[in-house]
């Protein structure tokens, strides 16, 4: 009998441990999925871009286009395209017109600058010098885009900084590899792009007329 007191003894001691450290509930284990599935769709929905493919239509190639708007193509195929611009100005033979995301004012904006090629082909129509777009749908091959960091711009081009402006009183630091032709606009206080511009290589002084 005081052998079998022995035995008895640790058998229960055992089954003490192994109820102490019994696994979580397959429910709770469903929540944890539950959970870890929320945070991947909230990161995807930040960056909605990310690993997607970049269509024709978003490309932005330096030097030469943003999605389908080209440098030095003619302003009437512009406006066949995108339709009457929600605002326009002009000046020495210059202009310059925007489109807002449904004619929203305080939306994403297409600024198109352009100017007469005198004595050159097609002198009667303005064409295209400089695009800018403050929408991140639109992304360089490298997938840089309004959005991007300097340090990750940075990766891909060699930037000088030139004069930048404010924005609803915000500084906005502006820096250009003109070279190839294009130029990011950087939110000082969130170190994060608002704007890029594409122009004809080292032709970044071109604009006669505020873009903004």
């Given at each position: 009998?005081?052998?079998?007191?022995?035995?008895?003894?640790?058998?229960?001691?055992?089954?003490?441990?192994?109820?102490?450290?019994?696994?979580?509930?397959?429910d709770n284990i469903k929540a944890?999925?539950?959970?870890?599935?929320?945070?991947?769709?909230?990161?995807?929905?930040?960056?909605?871009?990310?690993?997607?493919?970049?269509?024709?239509?978003?490309?932005?190639?330096?030097?030469?286009?943003?999605?389908?708007?080209?440098?030095?193509?003619?302003?009437?195929?512009?406006?066949?395209?995108?339709?009457?611009?929600?605002?326009?100005?002009?000046?020495?033979?210059?202009?310059?017109?925007?489109?807002?995301?449904?004619?929203?004012?305080?939306?994403?904006?297409?600024?198109?600058?352009?100017?007469?090629?005198?004595?050159?082909?097609?002198?009667?129509?303005?064409?295209?010098?400089?695009?800018?777009?403050?929408?991140?749908?639109?992304?360089?091959?490298?997938?840089?885009?309004?959005?991007?960091?300097?340090?990750?711009?940075?990766?891909?081009?060699?930037?000088?900084?030139?004069?930048?402006?404010?924005?609803?009183?915000?500084?906005?630091?502006?820096?250009?590899?003109?070279?190839?032709?294009?130029?990011?606009?950087?939110?000082?206080?969130?170190?994060?792009?608002?704007?890029?511009?594409?122009?004809?290589?080292?032709?970044?002084?071109?604009?006669?007329?505020?873009?903004?």
């Open positions: 009998m005081d052998i079998l007191k022995y035995l008895v003894i640790p058998l229960i001691a055992v089954s003490a441990l192994a109820c102490k450290h019994k696994p979580a509930p397959a944890l999925k539950s959970a870890d599935t929320a945070l991947i769709m909230k990161t995807e929905e930040a960056n909605p871009l990310k690993g997607k493919p970049i269509t024709a239509k978003q490309l932005i190639i330096p030097g030469k286009s943003i999605g389908q708007t080209k440098v030095d193509e003619s302003m009437e195929t512009v406006f066949e395209r995108f339709g009457r611009p929600d605002s326009s100005d002009a000046a020495m033979g210059s202009s310059l017109a925007v489109w807002y995301a449904d004619h929203d004012k305080g939306g994403y904006k297409t600024s198109i600058f352009s100017h007469h090629n005198y004595n050159g082909d097609n002198e009667i129509f303005q064409h295209v010098r400089k695009i800018l777009v403050t929408s991140p749908y639109f992304r360089t091959a490298e997938s840089i885009g309004c959005g991007s960091t300097l340090s990750q711009i940075s990766k891909y081009y060699t930037l000088k900084k030139g004069n930048g402006y404010k924005e609803k009183g915000k500084p906005v630091d502006v820096y250009s590899d003109a070279a190839k032709g294009i130029s990011f606009e950087i939110d000082a206080g969130l170190d994060k792009c608002v704007g890029i511009v594409v122009y004809k290589p080292n032709d970044e002084g071109s604009t006669y007329i505020n873009m903004h």
